[in-house]
């Protein structure tokens, strides 16, 4: 259990947040500048914030009221920055040693060879970071973090500074190490769709506070948070299992909560679980039950909430049963006359699946 | 070859740098790393008082050096009594003087070297459980390693020139204190010496250009270590 509460002022910029979070990955997410990295430095003793208290399991690092404020080299909070920060001048077998010193606190050291597996450096070991691409570099300086045995692993948007194509490359590996590490993650990013792959809570933050806590799928239909959330990227995020396989039309029936899904043939058995992400703007509403109409996946539901309006957009909350976050223009609103109670179809055009959850219960 | 008389000046030329240099470096790296890495009331006036031998005529820090740490001195007599230890109209002295006017310009080249060193990688490495010596040790030292070999050397050379400061404060004693420059100094007062000072001159060039080189291929080989250039 890790709780978090701190407050720092730093010019104009106030900090003041507040969240608890489990074992498993926390998402600290935000846009530039929300304070994300203020938060972290903070858990991780390189800022000291002006009060609060900072807990991991039953280990103060940092409470104003008792004066506690133990050193960054103490605290055992591995920390994955946005550059790699791998040492230049020693071979990547000696960066990944470099933590192994640390005083474990009577945690297991994970295995060398295990994480090197794992992270796929063995054919790097001798060389020198210099040698290495981006990609490598950054999964180097994952290894390091985690074998120098955190009580609990920050990672302040690892693959910020790396392209697509590198990126891909890497988060495979990251929600490998998110299943099998048993060591609580809190990652730190702006991108959502990383997010849903690797975190299970999330804690949105902006100007300096958390705004939301919870579960992700809970949190990213939450309308009055999606302004926050990248415009383009708001959504619902939906938790199911593959129900069958249609080779004819090579589609796969996914079921969830609410119903069935029809998504482009998927790999995977029947009853592994899956989540999928629904972008709020590939989301269409209807009044009446149509026919004849192209979209495969009309799903009947009630109007919650109606969000407020921005610029030419509304965010509409429809209980299909789950809530799914349909985003339309004013105009739609209007004509529509769509208001909390309403009876609708939510038309969804495009769903993606964004992890295989398979192994993570 | 050389004469005898020659071979004595070289030998103890080389000797005088040398101590003078092995006693400053531990105190050139922590001063270096001290303007470097922290900040303090009056950092100003100390960065200014060890840049002083620099700037101040070199006889005024032979006085100086005279006044502190001769037998009457206050710093030397305690020395004296203590651990037997004497400056004046010594070798040592010799050491002394040149490294006191060295000091400044080993500082200089250190802390440039220290001062660029990325500061993330020391908090990474606190991260990673490292205390603050041991990221100076396995870190910052390492990477300050190229200005350490540059500081190591200027140091040298301008040991083995010293001149003013020496003579000042332990005279010029053949056997003693009679390093290179003051040989050459002590040549030009006797005529008809131009070839021996020739010599002499020839000698020290050879020697600083030796220096230079010498810390040119090692300063190369930990640089293309740190970039990873010759792995």
């Not at chain 1, 390189?46 to 103060?60: E, M, N, Q, S, Y």
């Not at chain 2, 100094?185 to 010498?214: H, K, M, N, W, Y």
Request: glycine share 8%; with cysteine; net charge neutral.
């Amino acid at each position: 259990m890790i709780s978090v509460a701190v407050q720092k002022r730093d010019g104009d910029f106030e900090l003041d947040a507040r969240f608890e979070s489990g074992p498993s990955v926390t998402a600290l997410f935000g846009v530039s500048g929300a304070g994300k990295t203020s938060i972290v430095n903070a858990i991780a003793g390189l800022v000291r914030p002006d009060a609060g208290r900072i807990t991991v399991g039953d280990v103060t690092l940092f409470d104003s009221a008792t004066r506690v404020f133990v050193a960054p080299e103490r605290r055992g909070v591995g920390y994955v920055f946005q550059e790699d920060r791998l040492f230049p001048h020693l071979t990547v077998r000696r960066n990944l040693r470099y933590g192994s010193r640390r005083n474990g606190g009577g945690r297991d050291a994970p295995d060398f060879d295990a994480i090197v597996n794992l992270l796929a450096l063995e054919r790097l070991l001798e060389r020198l970071p210099h040698h290495l691409s981006g990609g490598e570099k950054q999964r180097v300086a994952i290894g390091r973090a985690v074998l120098s045995r955190p009580r609990l692993l920050l990672m302040d948007e690892p693959l910020a500074n790396l392209d697509a194509a590198r990126r891909e490359e890497i988060l495979p590996f990251l929600e490998q190490m998110c299943r099998d590490l048993a060591v609580p993650i809190i990652y730190v990013s702006h991108a959502i769709d990383e997010i849903t792959r690797l975190a299970d809570t999330l804690v949105v933050v902006d100007a300096g506070k958390t705004l939301a806590v919870g579960a992700v799928s809970e949190v990213t239909t939450r309308l009055d948070i999606a302004p926050l959330t990248d415009r383009r990227d708001a959504g619902t995020v939906l938790d199911g299992q593959i129900e069958s396989h249609d080779p004819t039309f090579q589609l796969t029936t996914v079921s969830f909560p609410g119903g069935q899904l029809l998504v482009p043939a998927i790999e995977g058995r029947v009853g592994e679980k899956l989540r999928l992400r629904i972008q709020a703007r590939d989301v269409a509403i209807s009044t009446s039950t149509p026919s004849q109409i192209s979209t495969l996946n009309c799903l009947p539901g009630v109007i919650t909430e109606v969000g407020i309006p921005r610029h030419a957009h509304q965010d509409i909350l429809v209980d299909v049963g789950v809530p799914i976050v349909a985003r339309l223009t004013l105009r739609s609103v209007a004509d529509l006359g769509l208001a909390p109670g309403r009876h609708v179809t939510a038309l969804i055009k495009s769903v993606a699946v964004d992890r295989n959850a398979a192994s993570l219960d | 070859m050389l004469s005898p008389l020659e071979i004595e000046v070289i030998a103890l030329s080389l000797r005088v740098a040398f101590w003078a240099v092995l006693f400053s470096l531990p105190l050139a790296i922590a001063a270096a790393w001290i303007l470097a890495r922290t900040t303090f009331p009056g950092k100003v006036i100390v960065d200014g008082a060890l840049h002083l031998p620099l700037v101040v005529p070199p006889v005024v820090v032979g006085f100086t050096l005279l006044v502190l740490f001769g037998r009457q001195g206050a710093i030397g007599a305690f020395l004296y009594e203590t651990v037997g230890i004497s400056f004046a109209f010594d070798w040592k002295g010799a050491a002394l003087a040149a490294g006191v006017m060295a000091f400044p310009l080993m500082v200089r080249a250190i802390r440039l070297s220290i001062e660029a060193i990325d500061q993330r990688l020391e908090t990474a490495a606190r991260t990673l459980g490292a205390s603050p010596l041991r990221v100076f040790a396995t870190i910052t030292l390492p990477l300050a390693l190229p200005g350490i070999f540059a500081g190591t050397v200027l140091a040298f050379a301008r040991s083995l020139g010293e001149f003013g400061a020496t003579i000042t404060f332990v005279s010029n004693i053949p056997g003693e204190t009679r390093t290179l420059p003051l040989a050459i100094f002590s040549l030009t007062q006797t005529p008809g010496a131009q070839d021996a000072i020739l010599r002499l001159v020839l000698i020290s060039i050879a020697i600083a250009l030796a220096a230079l080189i010498v810390s040119e291929m090692l300063s190369r080989r930990v640089t293309a270590r740190i970039r990873g250039d010759a792995a």
